[in-house]
């Protein structure tokens, strides 16, 4: 754990406190941006589907992301909501210690003092803007998926966090008010769609209200994998619309 962020892994992002760490602490790293390199991020899929034997290739890169999205969106959130702390995450910034898997074990960051954040608006940029989006962009190109799905997987992760952080409460308002924007304006900041809008929904189940993603993650695919629950929106037999 980087002591200087100790403080925002309180409840359930105490399981994330290993999500961050500094240059030295693991070995071997690959430079944030090899990400982009197809030789690299098809190695590290493949080392990731032999984990999945016989799952769908889909399914396979939309649970890489998942994970990878876990470990660098929520304790992102956490420091900068909980902490006022702007994390430098860009890819061109960090190295990622990969585990035996070939999936993220840790978002190494550049140095141990982030930065205070400043101006809310555009708070997250660093993060969507600058690892999210080419990540996406790149994947969805190379592995032939859905970008609306990998960024369906992103928007969940991102909502999941910033509920768990308002419910600890103390957060910065504006950052998490900046956060919100992110999920429900329909264009971003440059006047573009924004990717986000729309990809997680609340809508009556029973006796009160569930989170349900608007695509499915496509993990009934891999084979021993749980289904995910309410959250998702799909039945397992609408294999053919779940990544449209």
Known sequence: MIPSLAPCFTGIFAHYKDA???P???DPVIAGCDL???GISETLLARFAEVHAGGD???VVSMWTQWHFGALIIPTTAALLLLGRELQVQLERIDL???GSGKTAAIILPDAEPSEGSDPEGCFSGLFQNHVEPLIRSFAGQ???SPRLLWNNA???FEWALDQAEAIGAVRPDALQEGRSLLCSRLARNGQPNPMYGLVRHVDQGDGTV???KLCCLRYLLPGVACCGSICPSPPANIATAGS
């Open 20 to 22: 961050l760490a500094l």
């Open 24 to 26: 030295g602490e693991h």
């Open 36 to 38: 982009l390199d197809r």
């Open 57 to 59: 290739r889909r399914a």
């Open 97 to 99: 210690a990969i585990d």
């Open 143 to 145: 592995f032939r998926v």
């Open 155 to 157: 928007a969940d992760i």
């Open 211 to 213: 989170r349900q993603r």
